[in-house]
Every structure is written in structure tokens, then in C-alpha cells.
């Protein structure tokens, strides 16, 4: 057999070989060939083929001792004795002299052309399937890093012949019913990148969570990559929008989160050829990459995946000696590849079982499980994956086990309480505002959240029986009125990048503050000057890494923004600015000393109040530079600037001026400015405002509050608390008129139209541009709004309706 046919370099590869070379060694030929011209990095080397491998299994005569081997594990053998069995075989086999020979030359070669003798090799395992998403053997094989030494390399080459008969190489075979023996291994040998002295990791060319398809994944770590890979670190993790990538002077990563990195593969000696240890604190505190680093890996992994027209699954490692980036891997994703682009799943119950407690319904979904009560965050340590979080109440520390739950109940809130929140935009179920689901459901009792039946939501006693559907979106209704989304918490919007919504109406930022930043901004402006002792050392804690405290503030503000921003890029989204009310700043982390304390904070300093006040007005600087950078330095210039609680022309004038200031000048660069219309004086100064801003968005709650007087909060009022009162309906018509005289646009964020029809009918009527509501109604406002255009243009004479939809 001639040497070529043993071993080929690999860029004498391509996607055609994958019979001779594995996916893998053939993805790597082909990139090679393709993209190295176009800046993608790849290590140099070689690879076996599969020829090599049956001549190793002809020379030893393995193929009727493997055959003999699965043939006594289909008669009921254990197979771990049986794979235990089998590689004892290979790794006892000897090289057959040609292969060995042709193996050492190739290193030898190899280590001409890298200028150094002996040099240090990956040695990876590349199965003739591997990474076709027919018969995926991906990560089934072995992987051996730092191996020096043409006889150290040929044991490294037997040990990947061995592992094609792991235990789960062998399982995984007999299960989809591949024949042990027409699978054959390629070898493949690269130059070591010396990732141990810089970082490694993997990149998806989409979010791994939605399938949102507009975003590069990154995950990094310390050392080498397979701690990454093998999932042993928590890495840092980097989003980067590709849309952007190529526009100049942008820097469009929109998302940084540190991982804990609290250990890292790094080279051994000889006899160990790698090794984990700790890293360091500071490492701990660190980026792997910076920004530039992180735009490079980011636009190699579009190249990518343009080239080979899907999305891709990545490893890449930075040389420490050379600060260069290469891609070592690139394979097809799978896991989101195979799901429905354009589909929405829906619910409904088949049975009826015992109610045990009723609430809010939150969303549209079912589910079930076993209660997890618990009656603090203290305890969350006991929460089991996959049940039913029971609790009195939730707060953002309840956040990293509510992604994880199969449903939530509540003792208390409601529609815009933190469970209610979080759980519309994860799509978890929930029932809040139960009042005594913490006394009735005792941990363990199998439950069925039911959310199903309409604003009523119900826990059934067991496990019930019901129906999963998906909707198609692509037959979703056009509209003349633009539906629009009420998105608060960045972690779950590329959730819903499959709606066809026409932006996001309401984005809102004190969500992000209390949930991602947790401090008051006027803490971080003057540290120096904090007493409460407690408060100082929490805010060093979480601002560890950070040499200007003010920048954890903007940076993780401008993250959850711009995540936003880009999950609905080109198309509106719309940022309130921060709307806490006093009592509300006084609990985010160091926030008791620069907050007063008031009878009334619904009434009180908040919203444009505080912008240009000299207790806050920094505080408002910080939000101003987040969202300048979102929209200046990542260039999601799609953000639009709303200001809540606004009480005067005088107050307008005076809060555009601070934003100036700071950079945010109304029409620079198409910066649009709203405005809250949810105070009375807004209405009656409507066209003075309109002078002022670009557009209004209508606070349903507030605005009936303040026109009916009456506290949204209060039981014993409930009943006089009506959107729908005359004086509120008015108000709003009246607004709708003034501001398209002044050509401004109107919307209305609240959940309102999806709950009563007759009230969106009533907005269509009064011509609105716009609704915006949570994620979960999206697909029924859209139906009411689509009855109420049919009715409207039903009875307007012809020649003076708006055009059909």
C-alpha cells in the first residue's frame, strides 16, 4: 500500500474525503484550502486515513476478535467488559512497520516545516461519520494533547485506535445500528497551539439556547480547551452581533459575562503530558480575550459559516507565545438545526383533576412535577431540576434555579411582579398571587400547573394529561397597527426572535438594574463616600475586576440593552429609562443612604425628577453613557430614548438638556426621544410635548390612576380601577389626535388589549400606532387587533380606511 494512501497532509483534504479522513480531519482540509486565504488560522499537520486503519486491523487480525467481542455482548456480555476487552486488543497490537514508519516520517516532516525538532502535537481522533448529522460520533473518540516524540505520538495514535470502542463509542453504534466494523478511525496530528499559556474554548455561529441565528457565541477559558469542551470550568462567555460585524468603527459585542475559571488545563512533564491546576484570582476576575480578540474569533466563525451554508460548532485556542487565534475544529450544529424555525408551542389540558390552589395565570403553558416549597432563597441548594418552585414570593436571587423549574407558584403578586416577569420571558409557567400555595402544597406533591383556561391559573393535585402544540408563524395576520413586545429581562430575548413583532415598544431598564447590576448607581459614583460598611464590601465583591466602579454600572447596563436592541434589529426597541420609585432605588445595594424616604413614592421622586436633580443627575449620567455606547460604540442605532413620569414642558426641556450633556442629542445620529403619556398634564399639554418628543407611549396604569384617583394597589378600590372609565378613553383619543397633528407617534404598553378585545378595538378606532405587550399574548392581541381593523374598516365609508392588512 502506497504511503499516500496511509497518510495525507492535511490540506490535501476536503469535504469529499470524509470516507478516508472522519469529518473532522476533512473539515479541517477543507478550511485549510478555503479560508486560510481569508485570514482564518488553522494549525498545520497530518492525518492517518481509513486505509491506515484496516491495514492496522488486517496486520493484527482484530476484525474477527472485535466481531467475536459484540457477537458475546448481543448474547447478554456486560459491555463494559466487553469494550474493556476489545481495546486491551488494539492497545497490545503492534504498528505494522510501514504505517509506523510513514507515521514517524510524516512527524518528522511536519517538524521541518515548524522549524523545531520533536515538536508538540494534538493527536485527535476523526471517525470516517464523525459529525454528519445522519451519524454523529462526535466527542465519542479521543483526544491527546502535548504528545512530543515520534514514539510517544505512535502510542497516542493506538490509544485513538482503542477508543473507538469505548463503552459509549459501542453503545451508541449498537443503538442506531452501525456496523462496528465498516466504521474506521483517521487520525489526525496538528501543531500544538500553546493555548496552556493563553486560553482556548468553543464558538457557536448561533445562540445555543433559542437558535437565535444573528449572534456568535464564544465561551472561553484559561489553558487548554478541553476543559471547556468537557464542560469542567464555568467559562466566560461572549455574544457578538454579526449583522454589525462588518460595519466600520462598530464594536458590536453585545454581551460579556465572566466565568468562574477556577481551574485550567496547562502542559505536565513526560510522563503527564497535561495537567489541571488552579488559577489564579485575578485570572478568575479576567477576560480570556479582549474585545478585538473577541470581533476576530467572531468573524472567523461567520467565514465559517458562510462557507459551508449552516451554522457551526467551534473550538478555537490562542497561541500564548504568538497572541495568535486558531480554529483547531469545526463541525456542523446540530441541536438547534433539527428544530422548527417558524413554529410556537401552545397547551392544553385534557383532564381535570382536584384543585388545590388558584392565582394569576402567567403565560399559556402547562406543566407538572413534584412541589419544591421553599421558603427563602437560602435554601435553594435542595431545588431538584425539573420541579415546581413553590414560594411565597420572588426577588432576582430566586433567578438561577427559576430557569430550571418546571413551573412557579407564588403566595403574593401579580401580572408585574418579579415571578410573573421572569417567568413570561423564560416561558416557564407560573400562578402568582395564590395567597396560600406555601401552606397547601407540601414538598413532593405531585402537581399540574395549569395556565391554560384563561387569566385564571390553576394547580391541579397530580399529574394530568394534556396537549402540546405547535403554531405555525408563518400564518401569523398582518396588521396596520403594529403589535410590539414588553421585553424586561435581556437573558430571555432571543427567546422570542421568532415572533413576528415589529420591535419592542417597552424595554425596561430598572428591570435590568435590579437584576444584573443590583447596585445604586449613586453608590458606585461615590464608593468613597459610602458608610454602610456591609453594602461596600458586597459592591467590591461584584465589581472585583473593575478599576473605574462606574463602568460595571454602564458596561453590564449597556449588555442588557444591546442584547435587546439586537434581537429585533433593524426594528424599534424603546428604553424607559430607569423608573424605580424611592422606596424601590433604597434596595438595590448601597441605595438606603442617597434615598429619602416618602409617605407617597408612587407620587414621588421618580421618573424625569430625579434626571437633573443633584441627588441622582449622575446617576442618570451613567444610564446616558450605557446607552450611548449601544447605540454610538455596538451601533444598534435602533434604540429609541423614553422618559417616564414626565410632569412639565419645564422638566422636558431640562432632562433633553442633561441627556445632551452626556451625548444623547435628540436627531443626532436618528436618535428619537419618547415620552411617557401617563400623567394628565401630558394629555392636556400634548401638543406642547409633542414639540418636545418624538413619540408617546401610553401608561395605561398610571395614567388611569392619576385621572380617576384612584391607587391602582388598593383592594378596597379595585372595582373603580378601569381602563375603560370615560375619562381615561377620552384622555387617550384626545392624545391620539394631538400628536398625529403634530405627526408623533402613539403607543400603549399593558396587557389590556390581550385581556379584554373590546379595549383593543377601541385603540384601533382611535387609529394607535401601536400596542405592546408581553411575549405570551403577542399571538392574541394579534388576533384582537386583526378583528378590530375587519370592524373598522366594516363600517368606514369607502375610500377612508387604512389599507387592508
Known sequence: MAEQDLIRWLEDFSMADIAVAGGKNASLGEMIRHLSPQGVRIPSGFATTAHAYRRFLTANDLGP???????????????????????????????????????????????????????????????????????????????????????????????????????????????????????ALSIGVQQMVRSD?????????????????????????????????????????????????????????????????????VYGDGAQPTMTVATTEEEQAACVLDDAEILQLARSGVLIEEHYGHAMDIEWAKDGDTGELYIVQARQETVQARKQTATLRSFRLREHGEPLTTGLAVGDA??????????????????????????????????????????????????????????????????????????????????????????????????????????????????????????????????????????VGLAR?????????????????????????AARARIAELTRGYADKTEYFVERLAYGIGRIAAAWWPKPVIVRMSDFKTNEYARLIGGQQFEPSEHNPMLGWRGASRYYSEGYREGFGLECRALRRVRDEMGLTNTVVMIPFCRTLEEADRVLEVMASHGLVRGRNDLEAYVMAEIPSNIILAREFSDRFDGFSIGSNDLTQLTLGVDRDSEQLRALFNERDPAVTTSIRTLIAAAHLKSRKVGLCGQRPSDDPDFARLL??????????????????????????????????????????
Open 366 to 503: 402547562i406543566a407538572a412535577g413534584p412541589v419544591c416549597n421553599l421558603r427563602s432563597a437560602a435554601e435553594i441548594a435542595r431545588f431538584q431540576d425539573g420541579a415546581v418552585l413553590v414560594t411565597e414570593t420572588t426577588d432576582p436571587d430566586w433567578e438561577p434555579i427559576m430557569k430550571r423549574a418546571a413551573a412557579i407558584v407564588t403566595d403574593h403578586g401579580g401580572r408585574t411582579s418579579h415571578a410573573a416577569i421572569v417567568s413570561r420571558e423564560l416561558g416557564v409557567a407560573a400562578v402568582v398571587g395564590t395567597s396560600d400555595a406555601t401552606s397547601v402544597l407540601p414538598d413532593g406533591r405531585e402537581i399540574t400547573v395549569c395556565c391554560a383556561e384563561g387569566e385564571e391559573g390553576v394547580v391541579y393535585d397530580g399529574v394530568l394529561d394534556y396537549d402540546e402544540q405547535d403554531i405555525d408563524l408563518t400564518e401569523v395576520p398582518t396588521t396596520t397597527t403594529r403589535v410590539m413586545l414588553n421585553i424586561a429581562n435581556p437573558s430571555a430575548a432571543f427567546r422570542w426572535w421568532r415572533l413576528p413583532a415589529d420591535g
Open 764 to 805: 384601533v378606532d382611535a387609529a394607535i400606532d401601536s400596542v405592546s405587550v408581553t411575549p405570551d399574548s403577542f399571538l392574541l392581541v394579534k388576533d384582537n387587533v386583526v378583528a378590530a381593523e375587519r370592524a373598522r374598516r366594516a363600517i368606514e365609508p369607502p375610500g377612508t380606511g387604512a389599507p387592508s392588512g
Open 65 to 183: 476478535r472485535v466481531s467475536e467481542g459484540i457477537d458475546a455482548l448481543h448474547r447478554g456480555a456486560d459491555l463494559a467488559e466487553v469494550g474493556e476487552s476489545i481495546r486491551r486488543m488494539f492497545l497490545g497490537a503492534p504498528f505494522p512497520t510501514d504505517l509506523a514508519e510513514a507515521v514517524r516520517r510524516s512527524y518528522r516532516e511536519l517538524g521541518d516545516r515548524l522549524r523545531r525538532a520533536d515538536p508538540d502535537v494534538a493527536v485527535r481522533s476523526s471517525a470516517t461519520a464523525e459529525d454528519l448529522p445522519e451519524a454523529s460520533f462526535a466527542g465519542q473518540q479521543e483526544t491527546f494533547l502535548n504528545i512530543t516524540g515520534a514514539e510517544a505520538l505512535l502510542a497516542a495514535c493506538q490509544r485513538c485506535y482503542a477508543s473507538l470502542f469505548t463503552d459509549r463509542a459501542i453503545s451508541y453504534r449498537e443503538h442506531h445500528g452501525f456496523d462496528h466494523l465498516k466504521v
Open 197 to 265: 499559556r493563553a486560553g482556548a474554548g468553543v464558538m457557536f455561529t448561533l445562540d445555543t439556547d433559542s437558535g437565535f441565528p444573528r449572534v456568535v457565541l464564544v465561551n472561553a477559558a484559561f489553558g487548554l480547551g478541553e476543559s471547556v469542551v468537557g464542560g469542567r470550568v464555568d467559562p466566560d462567555e461572549y455574544q457578538v452581533y454579526k449583522p454589525l460585524l462588518a460595519q466600520a468603527d462598530t464594536n458590536p459585542v453585545i454581551s460579556k459575562t465572566i466565568g468562574g475559571k477556577q481551574t485550567k488545563v
Open 509 to 533: 431598564m430598572e428591570f435590568i438594574v435590579n437584576t444584573h447590576i443590583k447596585i445604586h448607581p449613586m453608590a458606585l459614583v461615590r464608593f468613597d463616600e459610602l458608610a454602610d460598611e
